[in-house]
């Protein structure tokens, strides 16, 4: 195990085991058809939040699943380094993957101390290395605990929860502030199609503007000794042709030697979920970055066609809803837009000096709108991290003042270790003493 540090004159380290014990109860689901079922997936990441979840008859599960009951913590134990744990709101079916846990402490307390870096690192290390790593229940009980004197363990969950309240106040703030953006950012490629309509400009074709015939990539298996670099559809999606987004495949040079990027070319997804098929992006990097995949057909518009104008049509509200009413595929599969589609879609074409003013006032308020998401972002990561800091202040004894007059940590788990021998014969209570690094005991 991994060293422990300090914690203070009342606190003790404990094993997990000694203070928490796994509820498992594996249950036929066909008898519980109506209650909630809760999984791994259902449970949001670093923040103990229950997503959406259905019932069991609505997940369609037969495998044996353990009964849960209110109060009870559920952890799961497939890669526990992505801290999913959450405090069970009503009794229900968790997932073979999570162990239900009872514990002698504040049920809150225990939850908020899984979902700690600390706690999750310790959960790391132990973990099988195998495809799907997950911690078995030995492992789990040996895992350490910081035990607080139980008064203050409630003084504790109260302020986290003070402190969790306000930044949750803030990020649903900070989504509206992005859905807003969002808003406008379709907006700006709506009015850029749509202000010099009625103007006597003709209304055409994407395929009569077209300097040659649309042309569908290449499907090629990757493989990083290759040699032929190819775009992931990432790039077009996020609109990103960073060398993340590239990969390296075992494709015949001579097959693709007509399908290298060039600046100016747009690039329209031919399948991919309903909401994002026919999503397009102009690539403006330098020439023969990589070649396209299949799931993208290449547009070279001519000389009445900015290319920037263009991406701005295809961006717009009006062409996604085209695209995606006429995305035809089989249930179960991502639907698909052809060729004859997007040559089909109609638009308003300027004069070449009007489009100018268009890009270039699109432009100006599409770089407004990239500096103000950065600073979303930025203050989305920031409320992340001051999530993780609470937690840590909290788990060493940082974040209230102790009270002398509190029952110390010793005794309860004295106490603990009693009611449990006297319960069913369970070993008693093991404390763990903290290990002293070399830096700490060097100077």
């Given at each position: 195990m991994s060293e422990l540090r300090d914690l203070p004159d009342s606190w003790r380290w404990a094993e997990l085991g000694a203070v928490a014990t796994v509820a498992s109860n594996l249950v036929d689901p066909s008898f519980y058809p109506d209650l909630p079922h809760i999984a791994p997936n259902h449970i949001e990441s670093q923040t103990g939040r229950l997503l959406?979840?259905?019932?069991?008859?609505?997940?369609?599960?037969?495998?044996?699943?353990?009964?849960?009951?209110?109060?009870?913590?559920?952890?799961?134990?497939?890669?526990?380094?992505l801290a999913k744990a959450t405090l069970a709101p009503f009794k229900g079916l968790c997932s073979a993957d999570m162990y239900p846990l009872d514990t002698e402490l504040n049920s809150r307390f225990l939850l908020y101390w899984l979902l700690t870096k600390d706690f999750t690192q310790h959960a790391s290390l132990v973990q099988g290395r195998t495809v799907l790593p997950k911690i078995n229940r030995e492992q789990l009980d040996r895992l350490p605990a910081p035990v607080a004197p139980l008064a203050e363990q409630d003084r504790i969950v109260a302020v986290i929860e003070e402190q969790f309240s306000r930044l949750d106040a803030g990020v649903a703030a900070l989504e509206r502030v992005r859905q807003n953006l969002k808003r406008l950012r379709a907006a700006i490629f709506e009015a850029a199609v749509t202000e010099w309509v009625g103007e006597g400009f003709p209304q055409i074709c994407l395929g009569e503007v077209l300097r040659e015939p649309l042309r569908n990539g290449h499907s090629s298996k990757a493989d990083p000794l290759g040699s032929v670099p190819i775009l992931t559809l990432t790039a077009v999606t996020l609109g990103d042709f960073g060398s993340h987004n590239v990969k390296m495949t075992a494709a015949d040079p001579r097959r693709v030697r007509d399908l290298w990027i060039q600046p100016g070319d747009l690039l329209i997804e031919r399948s991919n979920t309903r909401e994002l098929v026919g999503t397009a992006c102009l690539y403006r990097g330098r020439p023969n970055l990589a070649v396209y995949p299949d799931l993208l057909i290449r547009a070279r518009v001519d000389g009445r066609v900015m290319s920037e104008y263009a991406e701005l049509v295809l961006k717009s509200p009006r062409s996604r809803r085209y695209f995606q009413q006429k995305a035809q595929g089989i249930s179960g599969t991502m639907p698909k837009i052809d060729q004859r589609t997007i040559e089909n879609l109609s638009f308003t074409l300027p004069s070449l000096e009007v489009q100018a003013v268009i890009v270039e006032k699109a432009e100006r308020e599409l770089t407004l709108l990239d500096s103000l998401q950065m600073a979303l972002k930025l203050a989305t990561k920031r409320s992340s991290g001051l999530r993780s800091s609470i937690l840590a202040a909290a788990f060493s004894g940082k974040l209230i003042p102790q009270d002398a007059s509190d029952e110390p940590a010793s005794v309860l788990l004295e106490r603990i270790a009693a009611e449990r021998v006297a319960a069913n014969g369970h070993k008693s209570t093991r404390t763990l003493k903290p290990r002293i690094s070399r830096e700490k005991g060097s100077s």
């Amino acid at each position: 195990m991994s060293e422990l540090r300090d914690l203070p004159d009342s606190w003790r380290w404990a094993e997990l085991g000694a203070v928490a014990t796994v509820a498992s109860n594996l249950v036929d689901p066909s008898f519980y058809p109506d209650l909630p079922h809760i999984a791994p997936n259902h449970i949001e990441s670093q923040t103990g939040r229950l997503l959406p979840w259905t019932t069991v008859a609505g997940d369609g599960v037969t495998s044996s699943k353990h009964l849960f009951q209110p109060g009870q913590v559920l952890y799961s134990k497939i890669r526990p380094y992505l801290a999913k744990a959450t405090l069970a709101p009503f009794k229900g079916l968790c997932s073979a993957d999570m162990y239900p846990l009872d514990t002698e402490l504040n049920s809150r307390f225990l939850l908020y101390w899984l979902l700690t870096k600390d706690f999750t690192q310790h959960a790391s290390l132990v973990q099988g290395r195998t495809v799907l790593p997950k911690i078995n229940r030995e492992q789990l009980d040996r895992l350490p605990a910081p035990v607080a004197p139980l008064a203050e363990q409630d003084r504790i969950v109260a302020v986290i929860e003070e402190q969790f309240s306000r930044l949750d106040a803030g990020v649903a703030a900070l989504e509206r502030v992005r859905q807003n953006l969002k808003r406008l950012r379709a907006a700006i490629f709506e009015a850029a199609v749509t202000e010099w309509v009625g103007e006597g400009f003709p209304q055409i074709c994407l395929g009569e503007v077209l300097r040659e015939p649309l042309r569908n990539g290449h499907s090629s298996k990757a493989d990083p000794l290759g040699s032929v670099p190819i775009l992931t559809l990432t790039a077009v999606t996020l609109g990103d042709f960073g060398s993340h987004n590239v990969k390296m495949t075992a494709a015949d040079p001579r097959r693709v030697r007509d399908l290298w990027i060039q600046p100016g070319d747009l690039l329209i997804e031919r399948s991919n979920t309903r909401e994002l098929v026919g999503t397009a992006c102009l690539y403006r990097g330098r020439p023969n970055l990589a070649v396209y995949p299949d799931l993208l057909i290449r547009a070279r518009v001519d000389g009445r066609v900015m290319s920037e104008y263009a991406e701005l049509v295809l961006k717009s509200p009006r062409s996604r809803r085209y695209f995606q009413q006429k995305a035809q595929g089989i249930s179960g599969t991502m639907p698909k837009i052809d060729q004859r589609t997007i040559e089909n879609l109609s638009f308003t074409l300027p004069s070449l000096e009007v489009q100018a003013v268009i890009v270039e006032k699109a432009e100006r308020e599409l770089t407004l709108l990239d500096s103000l998401q950065m600073a979303l972002k930025l203050a989305t990561k920031r409320s992340s991290g001051l999530r993780s800091s609470i937690l840590a202040a909290a788990f060493s004894g940082k974040l209230i003042p102790q009270d002398a007059s509190d029952e110390p940590a010793s005794v309860l788990l004295e106490r603990i270790a009693a009611e449990r021998v006297a319960a069913n014969g369970h070993k008693s209570t093991r404390t763990l003493k903290p290990r002293i690094s070399r830096e700490k005991g060097s100077s």
